[in-house]
């Protein structure tokens, strides 16, 4: 089977599109890009909930980036629907 074209982060309970070129990382630190430093502020590179570990939807062709604070497999049970769905309207199958 080929490898995933496509990607989605789970954020909070929503999903977001993750850029092609970020779907070859094992981990992501989500929303990509270095954070803004500000005047008199300390230097914040990321927060351990900023990182973001991959999970192979075999059957979707696809990868979900899961908060690596919470159980992947209960993430992916929950958000499998909205994967599902968002594949189906963007493909153009949607019937609804």
């Known amino acids: 089977m080929n490898e995933p074209t496509r990607g989605f982060v789970v954020v909070g309970e929503k999903l977001e599109e993750v850029p092609a070129y970020l779907l070859d990382h094992e981990d992501l630190l989500w929303p990509p890009g270095m954070p803004e430093k500000r005047p008199g502020e300390p230097v914040r590179y990321f927060r351990p909930e900023d990182l973001y570990r991959r999970v192979r939807l075999v059957e979707e062709n696809a990868y979900l ?6 159980d992947a497999d209960a993430v992916v049970e929950a958000v499998l629907p909205m ?10 199958v949607y019937h609804g």
């Open 83 to 92: 994967v599902r769905e968002r594949l189906r309207v963007q493909l153009g």
């Open 65 to 70: 980036f899961v908060p690596n604070t919470r």
